[in-house]
């Protein structure tokens, strides 16, 4: 009987869960106007494809994963365009069930493998024990389903200036929530001298999972999911909550359909997830000095703007010190990052908070990265890279925390 009922428990918990068996991942590369329009066209619609990348331009490589069923619909449309492509991944399904560990880890809160919602929230509330009258709880706002988008402000001086770090807004890119708690986990334990003097110079407010609804359900239904859950219309759910914030809200690179994974929302802040921390962001960013929020997957160090080629004031620095960043972030693993805007380095894509805490509150060192890899795993990074992603982050970080902390003291001699 006992049995029975295990039976039954695990065929329910598994019975709905989306799988991707044989689909596969296919890169192409737009080389002229005709084959890009095909692809747009292509992407604009939900068809059954995934596109993984997007097309942006011409000579930029397009990822999509194309279901079993549509291989003879997407050969077809290839060759029919002369555009060659190369499979990158073969079964998506065999990522899913090799990129985390075969026995999950029994100690503590770990980096060997990725976490559920409510082992980081747990994680979190654990912190604030450890790290009494330096770390506090916060609140950045609450979900759709009414869960709570926690963080932790770590302090240890008051008056600080203020750091924003911020993770898992895509819900399938675990490795950013990864990151992020683990750059948290070094803010408050590295013996570092730079680092430990990194923790003591700035205020930080991290929030590894401000998606939770799409982040729980990339765990118990579908591992791909990216958006929202809220129910949006024609039997579809959610908006891509990095397209949903108030600043040239849908002017590119975004959707006005529903059922695609780049819908904006029904209008701008029509997510509660978006609209709760932009209130919260904007109650903390007197002292604001840096945005630093993290993706997958491209390799890329970015910054503001997305919306336009317009160059932000200190377009120079940026890019000059992201450059450095990159130096840095390849020293251990010779992981290759390129640097640029939103706008130039991936495409034109407005809407996000990136562009949002840059345009409204003035961060002056707003960065997103897209972690690893470069297509590969894609957003199935197994579990035994978070630690060198994580490492290899951090030295990015520091190069940009030290650049900022010097630019402060600059400007109080003056
Ligand atoms: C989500 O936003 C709507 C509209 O403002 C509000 O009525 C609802 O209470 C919010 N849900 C949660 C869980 O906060
Ligand atoms: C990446 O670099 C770290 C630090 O130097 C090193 O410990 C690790 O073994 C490297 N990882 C790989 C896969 O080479
Ligand atoms: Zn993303």
Redesign the pocket.
């Known amino acids: 009987m006992l049995r029975l009922l295990c039976v039954l428990v695990v065929s329910a918990v598994f019975a709905d869960r989306a799988t991707y068996y044989n689909y596969q991942v296919r890169r192409v590369v737009p080389e002229n106007q005709e084959q890009l329009k095909v692809l747009n066209d292509l992407e604009a619609e939900p068809n059954g494809l995934y596109f993984w990348v997007r097309p942006s331009r011409i000579q930029k490589a397009v990822d999509i994963m194309v279901p079993p069923h549509m291989l003879p619909f997407f050969s077809e449309i290839a060759e029919g365009l002369n555009l060659k492509s190369e499979i990158y991944i073969s079964n998506v399904q065999h990522l899913i069930d090799t990129e985390r560990p075969k026995v999950r880890p029994t100690a503590d809160f770990g980096w060997t493998d990725y976490h559920t919602l409510d082992e980081i929230y747990a994680w979190l509330d654990s912190l604030v024990e450890t790290h009494p009258g330096v770390v506090t709880s916060i609140v950045g706002g609450?979900?759709?389903?009414?869960r709570q988008i926690k963080g932790v402000k770590v302090s240890f001086k008051a008056g600080n200036p203020v750091i924003i770090l911020e993770g898992g807004i895509h819900a399938a890119e675990w490795i950013s929530s990864a990151t992020v708690t683990y750059i948290l986990n070094k803010l408050l334990t590295s013996e570092d001298p730079v680092i430990a003097d990194l923790a003591q110079s700035f205020d930080y407010y991290v929030f590894p999972n401000v998606n939770p609804d799409g982040y729980v359900y990339s765990h118990t239904t579908d591992r791909l999911w990216r958006k929202t859950r809220r129910p949006v219309g024609n039997g579809c759910y959610g908006a891509d909550p990095n397209r949903n914030w108030d600043f040239h809200w849908m002017e590119a690179g975004a959707s006005s359909d529903p059922c695609t994974d780049y819908y904006a929302g029904e209008y701008a802040f029509s997510e509660?997830e978006t609209?709760?921390l932009a209130e919260y962001f904007k109650s903390i960013s007197d002292n604001l000095v840096g945005y630093l929020d993290f993706h997958s997957y491209s390799q890329l160090l970015m910054f503001p703007y997305g919306h336009t080629a317009e160059h932000v004031s200190n377009y120079d620095e940026l890019l000059a010190l992201g450059l450095e960043g990159a130096a840095a972030l390849a020293r251990n693993n010779g992981t290759q990052y390129k640097v640029g805007s939103i706008y130039e380095a991936i495409y034109p894509a407005s809407g996000s908070s990136l562009d949002w805490v840059r345009g409204n509150l003035g961060a002056p060192y707003a960065y997103v990265w897209e972690l690893r890899d470069t297509g590969r795993y894609g957003f199935l990074l197994p579990a035994n890279q978070i630690i060198d992603t994580g490492e290899e982050t951090l030295n990015s970080v520091i190069v940009i925390l030290q650049e900022a902390k010097r630019n402060l003291q600059g400007n109080t001699k003056r």
């Open positions: 609450q979900s759709y389903e009414d509660n609209r709760s």
